[in-house]
């Protein structure tokens, strides 16, 4: 029977192939596996491995956009201001760490107050003028 390890060990020696002749024996064994195993199976583990890397995509994508500004910004004072959370909390959705087994990430309505959060401070310092 087919477990999720075992394809996650597979995409991991997928990814790592430096020569043609190993990724040809890879995909040999991933042939096999789909003409062998149940292939509902295979295909709710490799559903799951899709959303796992979107969700990866999704934490770097929010990274990267941010990546210019983190130096500028008090991410303790928006996390506190905008989301009523800690600063630990807004770091784990930036960085998409692993929070109770699961990459934390934003949710749709959380990263409107984040784009709030930025654009309310940009009008707030594109209206300071010191005299």
Same mark, same amino acid.
């Not at 991933?30 to 295909?43: F, G, L, R, Y």
């Not at 130096?71 to 929070?99: C, D, E, H």
């Given at each position: 029977? $087919?477990?999720?390890?075992?394809?996650?060990?597979?995409?991991?020696?997928? *990814?790592?192939?430096?020569?043609?002749?190993?990724?040809?024996?890879?995909?040999?064994?991933?042939?096999? $596996? %789909? /003409?062998?195993?149940? &292939?509902?199976?295979?295909?709710?583990?490799?559903?799951?491995? @899709?959303?796992?890397?979107?969700?990866? %995509?999704? /934490? @770097? *994508?929010?990274?990267?956009?941010?990546?210019?500004? *983190? !130096?500028?910004?008090?991410?303790?004072?928006?996390?506190?201001?905008?989301?009523?959370?800690?600063?630990?909390?807004?770091?784990?959705? @930036?960085?998409?760490? &692993?929070?109770?087994?699961? !990459?934390?990430?934003?949710? !749709?309505?959380?990263?409107?107050?984040?784009?709030?959060?930025?654009?309310?401070?940009?009008?707030?310092?594109?209206?300071?003028?010191?005299?």
């Amino acid at each position: 029977m $087919i477990t999720k390890e075992y394809m996650d060990n597979l995409r991991e020696r997928y *990814l790592k192939a430096e020569t043609d002749e190993e990724l040809d024996r890879i995909r040999e064994e991933i042939h096999k $596996i %789909c /003409s062998t195993e149940d &292939v509902n199976a295979v295909a709710g583990i490799a559903l799951e491995q @899709i959303r796992e890397t979107n969700a990866e %995509c999704d /934490s @770097i *994508l929010v990274r990267q956009q941010l990546e210019s500004v *983190l !130096p500028f910004i008090s991410l303790a004072s928006i996390a506190k201001t905008y989301f009523n959370k800690s600063r630990q909390w807004l770091y784990q959705r @930036i960085n998409g760490l &692993v929070v109770n087994g699961k !990459p934390a990430k934003f949710t !749709p309505e959380e990263l409107d107050t984040l784009n709030f959060a930025l654009q309310d401070m940009g009008n707030k310092l594109i209206k300071t003028h010191i005299s």
